[in-house]
Antibody, heavy 118, light 108 residues
Framework: VQLVESGGGLVKAGGSLRLSCAASAFTFKDYYMSWIRQVPGKGLEWIAYISGSGKTTDYADSVKGRFAVSRDNAKNSLSLHLNSLRDEDTAIYYC????????????WGRGTLVTVSS | SYVLTQPPSVSVAPGQTARITCGGHNIGINSVQWYQQHPGQAPLLVLYDNSDRPSGIPERFSGSNLDNTATLTISMVEVGDEAVYYCQVWHSNSDSRVFGGGTKLTVV
């Protein structure tokens, strides 16, 4: 049972990036999934979730209107599209398997680092 | 927005009991989760719904949540328990998922 993120890297402020998360060894479509980020050496910040069907999403105010979460249940894959990136978006981005309505996170990937340079 | 307050650090000797608090307004009416994060690793859920342990988490980890304070208790602390611990709630009133600032547990 694991989650593996990819797609991180260095991007200029104002630019865009797409993160991916590959899930394995569990019934992906049955779970809400979330993205959570962490500035290196700092705390955790939940930023988005998507329901198992993909019909319901929600975002933290800090990324609403700039980031978009999606999923492909046929490919057991979760994505996060990051647009209009800012310096303060620099962080490690984790995907996490979530409980119903994402009130807790019971399986995390190892994360992928996004660095935004101005 | 809802704020969770944790002490920056807690120190305990091996074999003793560590208690890490998480303060929030009426946190007792919310479900509290606790995560353990070792350096360079992803967080690991150690308690959910205040006191339930996921599979594989030792019974040494327990929790309580009352009024304005939730507490993670680790009994018979081991060197391997040294990590940063984060509390988290889903604050239904604001529909926000909030983490505390984290507490570094040092085993000395």
């Amino acid at each position: 049972v694991q989650l593996v993120e990819s797609g991180g890297g260095l991007v200029k402020a104002g630019g865009s990036l797409r993160l991916s998360c590959a899930a394995s060894a569990f019934t992906f479509k049955d779970y809400y999934m979330s993205w959570i980020r962490q500035v290196p050496g700092k705390g955790l910040e939940w930023i988005a979730y998507i329901s198992g069907s993909g019909k319901t999403t929600d975002y933290a105010d800090s990324v609403k209107g700039r980031f978009a979460v999606s999923r492909d249940n046929a490919k057991n894959s979760l994505s996060l599209h990051l647009n209009s990136l800012r310096d303060e978006d620099t962080a490690i981005y984790y995907c996490a398997r979530s409980s119903w309505e994402a009130w807790y996170f019971d399986l995390w990937g190892r994360g992928t680092l996004v660095t935004v340079s101005s | 927005s809802y704020v969770l307050t944790q002490p920056p650090s807690v120190s305990v000797a091996p074999g003793q009991t560590a208690r890490i608090t998480c303060g929030g307004h009426n946190i007792g009416i919310n479900s509290v989760q606790w995560y353990q994060q070792h350096p360079g690793q992803a967080p690991l859920l150690v308690l959910y719904d205040n006191s339930d342990r996921p599979s594989g988490i030792p019974e040494r980890f327990s929790g309580s949540n009352l009024d304005n304070t939730a507490t993670l208790t680790i009994s018979m602390v081991e060197v391997g328990d040294e990590a940063v611990y984060y509390c988290q709630v889903w604050h239904s009133n604001s529909d926000s998922r909030v983490f505390g600032g984290g507490t570094k547990l040092t085993v000395v």
